[in-house]
């Protein structure tokens, strides 16, 4: 469970960044 939190985590920030970086 851990590790797919991590995962969620992951993707999550990736999107935010996208959306920052626009």
């Given at each position: 469970?851990?590790?797919?939190?991590?995962?969620?985590?992951?993707?999550?920030?990736?999107?935010?960044?996208l959306?920052?970086?626009?």
């Amino acid at each position: 469970m851990e590790k797919e939190n991590l995962f969620k985590w992951k993707h999550y920030q990736s999107e935010l960044v996208l959306l920052t970086v626009r």
